[in-house]
């Protein structure tokens, strides 16, 4: 059974950074497209960043381009998203994805390419 189990978020002051971390079970990390999306009250689902291991490919939302950085080991089944200079748009509930109907697939920022989702880690940033 996949299962996948969010942790690292908490409270950041702005200019501050956070790592997140996922850790998966029931699948290998190495073909299938992985991602990290986030939702604030109100808004809708958007994808923040994914990764394609296979393919060696990154792809980020423009609003976190050159701030955060996708990453995974699998050896140890972790989705890592080192998140720097927060600032207050950043607040949001995020999840972490997976795809696992695509192998050797290439990522994407959408919700409907994801079938597979964790419960979420809440990330605020306030002074």
């Known amino acids: 059974q996949l299962q996948l189990v969010e942790s690292g978020g908490g409270l950041v002051q702005p200019g501050g950074s956070l790592r997140l971390s996922c850790a998966v079970s029931g699948m290998n990390l190495e073909y299938y497209p992985l991602a990290w999306f986030r939702q604030a009250p109100g808004k809708e689902r958007e994808g923040v960043a994914c990764i394609s291991n296979w393919r060696g490919l990154t792809d980020y939302a423009d609003s976190v381009k050159g701030r955060f950085n996708i990453s995974s080991d699998s050896a140890k089944k972790m989705i890592y998203l080192q998140m720097n200079n927060l600032n207050v748009e950043d607040a949001a509930l995020y999840y972490c994805?997976?795809?696992?109907?695509?192998?050797?697939?290439?990522?994407?920022?959408?919700?409907?390419?994801?079938?597979?989702w964790g419960q979420g880690t809440q990330v605020t940033v306030s002074s």
């Open positions: 994805a997976a795809n696992r109907a695509l192998v050797f697939g290439v990522c994407g920022l959408r919700t409907v390419d994801y079938p597979y």
